[in-house]
């Protein structure tokens, strides 16, 4: 029988997006998981001002913990920091609007390495409309530049919490693979936050990846939920596009109190209007069995007890995630 210990220590290990409360605590844990990298993405209302304070945070964030952190900037810096047994750090939005309404701030923030962008978060923005504004119109014109300014510079389109007609526009439009870094399948599940089947197609026919979320609120058992009920939602993800599409995103928001200024902050449609949903507020358990990165081994092992295989399970663990950052990071023209 496979060591399921010795497979995820030797597994490229890839988190598809956490919004955690960022310090040494945090980042200690990340090697006990055995985490090779992680989409640290908690940009979600910022303008360009704030989207620098982010970019220089984390400077500092890996300047001052280089023993246990690395920058990463393409697939070769994830497998470096693989064998120097350190975490990969990947800046990521939630949000485009530090973009604010200037096209060409696209690339200053590539250039600073910010490689993943959620098109918009919740509500609308200059692009398009999120899962929660009333009324979604689809990918805008502006949004058309965006997208295609991603595509040009090698930045990877995140569509999670994008609304549903302006994620479809935005796969059929993008000419690079696009991800949905941290979803649940509204067909097992029907909430706002889960996205269609259709959608899950589209990403994985134009190359992209799908990350089973942790969020208890998209799985059926809610904060009942256990590590098999991730699994089960993998498995619908799997049986419909493919082990190849498929991904981790936790959305682990470790160490955030709720309610906690942040997270309310989080819950308010640009940080200051109306609440959006009560996740600021409510008490949310990780489903047991993976509800801190110390609990990463228990996934993998949990995947092989099902039967998934050793090379499978290796996909679904990381290698995914590197195949569509290899793609989507290059210069699409």
Same mark, same amino acid.
């Given at each position: 029988m496979?060591?399921?210990r010795a497979l995820h220590d030797r597994a490229i290990v890839v988190d598809g997006l956490q919004t955690c409360l960022w310090g040494r605590p945090i980042f200690e844990e990340m090697r006990a998981g055995g985490l090779t990298a992680i989409n640290v993405s908690t940009v979600l209302w910022e303008n360009f001002r704030e989207g620098i304070d982010y970019v220089s945070m984390w400077k500092r964030f890996l300047r001052e913990n280089d023993d246990i952190l690395r920058p990463v900037r393409s697939v070769a810096?994830?497998?470096a920091a693989k064998a120097e047994g350190?975490?990969?750090?990947?800046?990521?939005?939630q949000n485009t609007s530090p973009l604010e309404d200037k096209l060409d701030y696209v690339e200053i923030f590539k250039d600073l390495g910010v490689?993943?962008?959620?098109?918009?978060?919740?509500?609308?923005?200059?692009s398009g409309a999120g899962y929660l504004e009333e009324n979604d119109s689809g990918l805008t014109g502006f949004g058309r530049e965006v997208v295609s300014e991603?595509?040009?510079l090698g930045v990877l389109c995140d569509l999670s919490h994008v609304g549903d007609k302006t994620s479809a526009d935005t796969i059929a439009y993008s000419k690079a693979p696009v991800c949905i870094s941290h979803v649940l399948p509204r067909a097992l599940h029907n909430v706002k936050r889960n996205k269609d089947d259709d959608l899950f197609v589209a990403c994985a026919e134009k190359g992209g990846l799908v990350g089973i979320s942790f969020f208890a609120p998209g799985l059926k058992a809610g904060n009942d939920a256990t590590v098999e009920d991730v699994l089960d939602a993998m498995e619908h993800v799997i049986d419909l596009i493919g082990v190849d599409h498929v991904g981790i995103g936790t959305d682990?928001?470790?160490?955030?109190?709720?309610?906690?200024?942040?997270l309310l902050w989080a819950n308010k449609d640009k940080g200051t209007a109306r609440k959006l949903t009560e996740f600021g507020s409510v008490k949310i358990n990780k489903p047991e069995g993976v509800r801190r990165m110390t609990d990463m081994p228990n996934l993998t092992a949990r995947m092989l007890a099902r039967g998934w295989g050793e090379a499978n399970v290796e996909k679904l663990l990381g290698l995914? %995630?590197?195949? @569509?950052?290899?793609?989507? %990071?290059?210069? @699409?023209?």
């Open positions: 496979t060591d399921a810096d994830i497998h350190r975490t990969g750090i990947i800046l990521g939005w490689n993943i962008m959620q098109l918009t978060y919740n509500t609308q923005n200059y991603m595509n040009r682990f928001s470790l160490d955030r109190p709720r309610p906690s200024d942040w995914n %995630w590197l195949r @569509v950052f290899d793609a989507a %990071w290059k210069p @699409v023209l």
